[in-house]
């Protein structure tokens, strides 16, 4: 199974901060990774695809990059709204479907 | 709007059984594959079971294979996943997934089921 790690576990940003988290893969996926959204209290909900592909009604401010291996997602000026946890998932070899640990983001 | 809603879950015993259940709308739920995915109480998340949109397709992750059963009744815009010989490492709140139309990616999700394994 592919094993995916991220990092840091847990971030404190301010508001209109610029934040990344970054996602390994244990092999190379092919940028074949997705990362969820899930805000506290409520289901995960997809964030982006294809490493840099935003899903519906996703804003702008989010981007995702890499390849190979590596991977980050990126919030660009930080909102209140983006507190959350988030993942990462890979899908170039399934089953099983395999996600990240989980970044914690909070606001400092 | 996409609405999935789990039910079924509660406090079980160890060795016991146990059948959730999602109910789907706001899309032709026999086109789409579907997903059990279980969150343990403050961890990350884990992939159980997949199938697919006529059931032809069924998997399973390791931790749950040959206890967990994954089904569906298309007629009923209904998701199962029928739980046997649960383990206090059940516990956890499963959501399912719907699959992506023309990928793999998991792009609406339930509220989940709370799960409590527990003598």
């Known amino acids: 199974d592919i094993q995916m790690t991220q990092s840091p576990a847990s971030l404190s940003a301010s508001l209109g901060e610029t934040v990344t988290i970054e996602c390994r893969a244990s092999?190379?996926?092919?940028?074949?990774l997705a990362w969820y959204q899930q805000k506290p209290g409520n289901s995960p909900q997809l964030l982006i695809y294809?490493?840099?592909s935003l899903a519906d009604g996703v804003p702008s401010r989010f981007s995702g990059s890499g390849s190979g291996t590596q991977y980050s997602l990126k919030i660009n000026s930080l909102q209140s709204e983006d507190v959350a946890s988030y993942f990462c998932?890979?899908?170039?070899?399934?089953?099983?479907?395999?996600f990240g640990g989980g970044t914690k983001l909070e606001l400092k | 709007e996409v609405q999935l809603v789990e039910s079924g879950g509660g406090l079980v015993q160890p060795g016991r059984s146990l059948k959730l259940s999602c109910v789907a709308s706001?899309?032709?739920?026999?086109?789409?594959?579907m997903n059990w995915i279980r969150q343990a109480p403050g961890k990350g998340l884990e992939w159980v079971a997949y199938?697919?949109?006529?059931?032809?397709?069924?998997y399973y992750a390791e931790t749950v294979k040959g206890r967990f059963t994954i089904s569906r009744d298309n007629a009923k815009n209904t998701l199962y996943l029928q739980m046997t010989s649960l383990r206090s490492e059940d516990t956890a709140l499963y959501y399912c997934?719907?699959?992506?139309?023309?990928?793999?990616?998991?792009?609406?999700w339930g509220q989940g089921a709370s799960v409590t394994v527990s003598s």
């Open positions: 997934a719907r699959r992506q139309y023309y990928g793999p990616v998991m792009d609406a």
């Open positions: 294809d490493a840099n």
């Open positions: 092999e190379d996926i092919y940028s074949n």
């Open positions: 706001g899309f032709t739920f026999s086109n789409y594959g």
């Open positions: 199938i697919s949109s006529g059931s032809s397709y069924i």
């Open positions: 998932q890979q899908y170039n070899n399934y089953p099983p479907w395999t």
